[in-house]
């Protein structure tokens, strides 16, 4: 079970703040999610990782991609906390625009890039 200090530490990045919001949307897989923050994927892995040992989201295995969701059940202080947030971001630019390509993004033409 997470501790509010990984959940306050997951949060104190707008990358993964950004994650979080273009989750609430669909899940994404790391090529989606690299290309949408337009950031290494290592440091999308690395702030994937943070935002899972906070139980904040969850992975699921989908043939060769593996998607990440929301989690269901996040801790209760996230529960508390997170609509405050996510209304406060809302208005943001970045995640305006996040929110725009989230729709069509296709990890099919990603990965054919590479």
């Not at 269901?72 to 625009?97: G, K």
Request: with cysteine.
């Amino acid at each position: 079970m997470s501790e509010p200090i990984d959940v306050l530490k997951a949060l104190s990045d707008f990358g993964r703040l950004r994650i979080l919001k273009m989750l609430e949307i669909k899940s994404l897989c790391v090529c989606e999610i690299t290309e949408l923050l337009g950031l290494a994927t290592s440091t999308v892995s690395s702030h994937l990782n943070v935002l899972k040992n906070a139980d904040l989201i969850q992975d699921e295995k989908e043939g060769k991609w593996i998607n990440y969701k929301l989690a269901p059940a996040p801790p209760p202080f996230f529960q508390e906390i997170w609509p405050l947030i996510s209304r406060h971001l809302d208005p943001n630019r970045q995640i305006l625009e996040d929110r725009k390509k989230v729709g069509s993004v296709d990890r099919h033409k990603i990965c054919a890039a590479v």
